[in-house]
């Protein structure tokens, strides 16, 4: 499995940017599919952004649509996730997963490894 760490995680007041980003090592980080995934407090996890093994195709969800863009590089073995505009309902816990299939994928179970999380604050 390919392990993963966030990172760009922080405080940010609204209608701030951040950028997160997602250092994979191990296994074949180029061929597979990635995700973003969000846990705010007594809440479930839930998807924010997919993108496939070569970034050709992304997937966003509702509330980051115009806002927030994933890319990846993979000669860096490494994931973004830009986030712009923020608003505090954005304040969560964000989580790198990555997938073995190289396509899209939106649920949790589609995953096989997942990083430790960073937390954005997001102060109104």
């Known amino acids: 499995q390919v392990q993963l760490v966030e990172s760009g995680g922080g405080l940010v007041q609204a209608g701030g940017s951040l950028r997160l980003s997602c250092a994979a090592s191990g296994g074949t980080f180029g061929s597979g599919g990635m995700g973003w995934f969000r846990q705010a407090p007594g809440k479930e996890r839930e998807i924010v952004a997919a993108?496939?093994?070569?970034?050709?195709?992304?997937y966003y969800r509702d509330f980051a649509k115009g806002r927030f863009t994933i890319s990846r590089d993979n000669a860096k073995s490494t994931v973004y996730l830009q986030m712009n505009s923020l608003k505090p309902e954005d304040t969560a816990v964000y989580y790198c997963?990555?997938?073995?299939?190289?396509?899209?994928?939106?649920?949790?179970?589609?995953?096989?490894?997942w990083g430790q999380g960073t937390q954005v604050t997001v102060s109104s």
């Open positions: 997963a990555a997938r073995v299939l190289s396509g899209l994928a939106a649920r949790e179970n589609d995953f096989t490894s």
């Open positions: 993108i496939s093994w070569n970034g050709d195709s992304t």
